[in-house]
């Protein structure tokens, strides 16, 4: 079946500095969606992205899906506390309506 | 706009036991999804419904089953429990189910099997 892989598991900056994540599937997504859950919360929607190659941007945040809609990045610049959570990637295949979520990155930014 | 709410919060069962989960999904929402999220195995899908029907189910035992009504509400039900089964269930509601629509997740039921 279908696996979508995320690195790094686990990421520890000091504020002000740059994290990247990674999302990779087995298969050719449909489009990619971001989420972020912060600790003891419940995941929260970031974005989606849908075309090949797509580059978005939410303030600090750059999502990147790319050419061959098999991987995809979130790289957030300039770290602040509030960024502590862990990022999830989660694809879709085909038509179907079933989304398929990453491993997940641990993210924790100290001062 | 109320969002997902899913009940009881938190639950403790034991062994053998059965447990029934809850979700109400966003008003007008006709998509339901259910995950297990644990810390070794991360974020698993279990099964989604749309409008009273399975439309996608995960890879888990005969004991994990879910159902919706006709309202959209939705429940999930495990059966005869193991200590495995502790976990946060995560309940996720969207519009029209389709592959580009945002999913909305609810707090999670927390449950401890001893």
């Known amino acids: 079946g279908q696996q979508v892989m995320q690195i790094p598991q686990y990421q520890h900056v000091q504020e002000g500095e740059d994290f990247t994540t990674y999302c990779n599937s087995s298969t050719t997504l449909s489009n990619i969606q971001w989420y972020k859950q912060r600790p003891g919360g419940h995941p929260v929607f970031l974005i989606q992205?849908?075309?090949?190659?797509e580059v978005k941007k939410q303030k600090r945040l750059t999502f990147q899906f790319g050419e061959a809609k098999k991987n995809s990045s979130l790289h957030i610049t300039a770290t602040q506390t509030t960024d502590v959570g862990t990022y999830f990637c989660a694809g879709v295949t085909g038509t179907a309506s079933k989304l398929t979520f990453g491993t997940g990155t641990r993210l924790q930014v100290t001062l | 706009k109320a969002g997902v709410t899913q009940t009881p919060r938190y639950l403790i069962k034991t062994r053998g036991q059965q447990v029934t989960l809850s979700c109400s999904p966003i008003?007008?929402?006709?998509?339901v999804s259910w995950y297990q999220q644990t810390p070794g195995q991360g974020l698993q899908f279990l099964f989604e419904?749309?409008?009273?029907?399975?439309?996608n189910k995960g890879n888990f035992p005969g004991r994990f089953s879910g159902r919706q009504f006709s309202n959209s509400r939705s429940e999930m039900n495990v059966s005869t429990l193991e200590l495995g089964d502790s976990a946060l269930y995560l309940c996720?509601?969207?519009?029209?189910?389709?592959?580009?629509?945002?999913?909305?997740f609810g707090p999670g039921t927390r449950l401890t099997v001893l």
């Open positions: 008003s007008g929402h006709r998509s």
């Open positions: 419904y749309f409008s009273e029907t399975q439309r």
């Open positions: 996720a509601s969207r519009g029209g189910g389709t592959r580009t629509d945002t999913q909305y």
């Open positions: 992205l849908v075309k090949s190659g």
